[in-house]
């Protein structure tokens, strides 16, 4: 397994970022994965690691660049419930700044910088994302649909919300098979019938579930939110849509 820290040119500087992807000299399907909330960090670069060893050139990106290199906040090794009020203290307000047109923006630099790869092969890519990171990849999706195969979301938030760009008011705009994974918290049954509705009406092929036993956050190994099963099973939904959009579609 190859892995490199790289920078990611962008209308607004330089995003840093981490890549993996099998090391043999071939050519093997991009993924974008878009972090959660709480940064890039180890936790996300051996997620990164796993999912390269199946076949995938698999890039994550430092969303929060603006404010510097990744991590941007002091985070401890391990978040537990009483650490959660203080490193959200930090992280809400990079959070907040990371507004629909920055994403956009950035979204266009890391799809360019990821095709780019001599190591990513011509064709369809996917975007994950954790937490916000699913709203994103949603986002890039609907912006990109005739590049994006794939999209995948676990544990999001804010899918379904009264704004104008809502992530469900775009499904109409994806060309991307899609999962999402929800805690058992994350989303109302009013918004879950929402989304489904749309993108029912939207024609997507899609799946989502409610992963049981699952609190906001369960594939994050270094929280207290996570879920071993709860991760494997997200692998287990993850791995075959890759394989269906990316390997032989």
Not at 130 to 140: H, I, N, P
Not at 156 to 178: I, K
């Amino acid at each position: 397994m190859a892995t490199k820290t790289l920078q990611i040119p962008t209308a607004d500087g330089r995003a840093d970022a981490f890549a993996a992807f099998p090391d043999h000299g071939e050519r093997h399907p991009g993924v974008l994965l878009y972090m959660d909330a709480i940064g890039l960090r180890p936790v996300l670069e051996q997620m990164a690691r796993e999912l390269a060893g199946h076949g995938y050139y698999v890039l994550v990106p430092n969303l929060f660049y603006r404010h510097g290199p990744a991590p941007v906040v002091e985070l401890p090794e391990y978040i537990g419930e009483d650490d959660r009020p203080a490193v959200f203290g930090r992280l809400m307000p990079l959070v907040e700044e990371h507004t629909t047109d920055r994403a956009l923006r950035d979204a266009d630099a890391y799809l360019k910088f990821l095709t780019a790869q001599p190591e990513v092969s011509a064709g369809p890519v996917a975007a994950i994302g954790y937490c916000m990171g699913a709203v994103l990849a949603t986002r890039t999706a609907a912006a990109h649909p005739d590049q994006v195969a794939a999209v995948a979301g676990f544990h999001p938030g804010f899918l379904v919300t009264d704004a104008p760009d809502s992530p469900h008011r775009l499904v109409h705009s994806l060309g991307a098979e899609v999962h999402f994974g929800f805690a058992e918290n994350d989303l109302p049954p009013e918004a879950m019938k929402e989304l489904n509705q749309a993108l029912d009406a939207a024609g997507v092929d899609y799946t989502t579930e409610i992963y049981p036993g699952t609190v906001h956050g369960f594939t994050m190994s270094d929280t207290s939110a996570f879920n071993p099963s709860a991760l494997q099973h997200h692998w287990d939904r993850l791995l075959p849509l890759l394989d269906r959009t990316l390997t032989k579609g």
